[in-house]
């Protein structure tokens, strides 16, 4: 997420700054605005940490920050993790090139210098990228960090046989022909053998891209660009004890039950812009039962929620009525939709697809995903507020917030008559069994394509196994999935973070798919390629908007909803804000205790 600026994060579009703005106004307009009405419970009010800091100036050095989780990450690899809240807390304890600016809202998604000096020197036309590393910065053992534990921890990504599982960007743009082998495989002596990134000295490190990308430095603020020194890689057994670079160190993992950091002696206040380690102690406790987890938050056990995925209904309702302070109502920078494979038919007629994307009842999905604070508001398009080219709502080429966001009969069997079944045929809802409001989701949708003809079965597939179920086309195909349902967030806010992996022919794979709709467009693919080689702002915002309108004129997906949440905060945390660069998640970077008690 996923998913997050000059290239790209540094300076965001003016447009989008718009509409972020105005959907984080319309988040904060939706409970109760900004009152202090919820202070009473030491907390700083309802939404009062949403795109800005709550309890600024409170934080104390020292106490135990506690995290509460329903899940474990993917991964505490710093190259295989790709689940959002991995990305964030991992920065404790790995720093680099640059990351994410700790910074509420539309800042966070800049770009900012950690282990090196400065943001990228580009030259070559935008292909060859030089950063110093900066004075001071030490590994967990007091070793310095080099340039080449930094090219090291890179050359990761290309070990996809040990290593799978995180974003391969890096790869992608350094190494196009795929011509490397990775670390494990490589017969230079010093295992250092990718030619694409040169050390000409401890200090220094080049990247020599084949082609420009204009997204580049974000790929560099992922995670999965941090240092891993060569003599401590323990290859796929490295998430359970990452060595650290950040100010925290691994003390403890019990994989699915609970995890300790503690303070990295060796870290450096003075190395590092970035973090200000206001606790001793991190840890997190892993709840099998989301209700339980909730409970707890709200009893004041556990401080924040580590996936940040909202509270459950139940959590919700007491939270709302009772602690109304302790809540947030962010815009996720996730879209929840349904796609429609055009392997199945017949959704390879866009007017068969155009006739559900009328005939939804698109308040019934709003109500679906939890209303318009807890779901969302109403999707009208593809393309996340947080990224670079989004017009929100302004966008609505099906009038799903307008005039047909209660479903347009007519309309919709005037679509059917125009693909060939004026009376509606039968199709299949792809869902993951595990996802409670995306059931909800597919029987509202069920319920709505009725009215106009369309028998639907929904189908719950295990919702674990979804690369091989769903992410397979020949499976899709086999099981008659003519709608799946599903959602996806920025790996890091451009077109290209978000929504290449979905509407690139390129990116169309046997396993693992997310082109779920098997869109094979020239027009999109040319476009995408013209905006990785566009250097300036304002031209990749309109080429964005051009991709998205291009998506949306094909009828190929049906948006629910642009996420929502309701997220928990204690009565003890400090320096609490939302960050567009974690897709409206807390910044885990800097929170801090108001006591150290």
Not at 155 to 170: I, K, N
Not at 241 to 261: A, I, M, R, V
Not at 299 to 321: E, F, N
Not at 389 to 400: A, F, L, N, R, T
Request: hydrophobic letters at 30%.
């Amino acid at each position: 997420m996923t998913t997050q600026r000059t290239s790209g994060r540094r300076k965001q579009a003016m447009a989008a700054a718009a509409v972020v703005a105005a959907l984080l106004t319309t988040a904060a307009c939706g409970g109760g605005g900004d009152s202090d009405g919820g202070s009473k419970n030491g907390a700083a009010g309802f939404d009062a940490a949403n795109n800005k800091i709550a309890q600024a100036d409170l934080a104390k050095k020292g106490g135990e920050l506690k995290f509460a989780s329903a899940q474990d990450a993917d991964s505490w690899d710093t190259t295989r993790g790709y689940y959002g809240f991995m990305w964030n807390f991992s920065r404790y304890y790995s720093r680099q090139l640059v990351t994410n600016t700790p910074a509420p809202g539309e800042k966070g998604a800049g770009v900012t210098p950690d282990l090196a000096t400065d943001v990228a020197k580009v030259s070559d036309d935008g292909k060859t990228y030089t950063y110093t590393l900066r004075d001071g910065i030490t590994w967990e053992d007091g070793k310095p960090i080099t340039s080449k534990d930094v090219k090291y921890g890179i050359e990761r990504v290309w070990a996809q046989d040990v290593l799978s599982g995180g974003p391969t960007y890096l790869k992608e743009v350094l190494d196009p022909e795929d011509k490397y082998q990775g670390p494990y495989k490589d017969k230079s002596a010093d295992k250092l053998g990718l030619k694409a990134i040169e050390t000409p000295d401890d200090k220094t490190i080049v990247f020599k891209l084949p082609q420009a990308n204009s997204d580049f430095e974000e790929m560099l603020a992922l995670t999965s660009a941090s240092p891993v020194r060569q003599d401590k890689d323990t290859k796929s057994k490295y998430g359970l004890k990452p060595f650290s670079s950040g100010p925290y160190k691994f003390q403890s993992y019990n994989p699915g039950k609970d995890l300790t950091l503690v303070r990295n002696t060796e870290w450096k206040q003075e190395s590092d812009p970035v973090r200000k380690a206001y606790p001793d102690k991190v840890t997190i406790k892993f709840f099998t039962n989301a209700n339980e987890l909730d409970q707890r938050l709200i009893a004041g056990d556990y401080d924040v929620d580590l996936a940040q995925t909202g509270l459950s209904p139940q959590g919700r309702t007491t939270a709302l009525k009772q602690h109304e302070g302790n809540v947030d109502n962010p815009v996720s920078g996730y879209i929840r939709y349904a796609v429609f494979p055009q392997s199945v038919k017949p959704f390879d007629n866009i007017h068969c697809r155009k006739a559900v994307l009328y005939g939804a009842d698109h308040v019934s999905l709003q109500t679906a995903r939890g209303g318009p604070q807890a779901g969302g508001d109403i999707g009208t398009n593809m393309l996340p507020p947080s990224v670079p080219g989004s017009e929100g709502q302004k966008y609505d080429p099906y009038e799903m917030a307008g005039a047909n966001k209660k479903g347009n009969v007519a309309k919709a069997k005037e679509e059917l008559k125009a693909c060939g079944k004026p009376n509606g045929f039968k199709t299949t809802i792809a869902v993951r069994n595990n996802k409670p409001v995306e059931v909800a989701t597919a029987e509202s949708l069920q319920a709505s394509l009725k009215k106009i003809g369309i028998t639907v079965d929904i189908d719950q597939f295990d919702g674990s196994q979804t690369a091989g179920i769903i992410g397979s086309p020949s499976n899709v195909l086999k099981k008659n999935y003519g709608i799946i349902i599903m959602g996806w967030g920025p790996d890091f806010p451009s077109v290209q973070g978000y929504g290449l992996p979905l509407w690139s022919s390129d990116y169309i794979l046997e396993s693992g798919n997310n082109n779920y709709a098997l869109i094979k467009d020239k027009e999109i693919d040319g476009l995408f390629d013209k905006y990785v080689t566009t250097l300036d702002d304002a031209g990749k915002a309109d080429i964005s908007k051009q991709i998205n309108h291009k998506v949306m004129e094909g009828g190929y997906y049906l948006p629910f909803v642009f996420e929502k949440f309701i997220n928990w905060r204690s009565s003890r945390l400090a320096n609490v804000y939302t960050s567009d660069g974690y897709s409206g998640m807390y910044d885990f970077v800097n929170l801090g205790l108001k006591s150290s008690k």
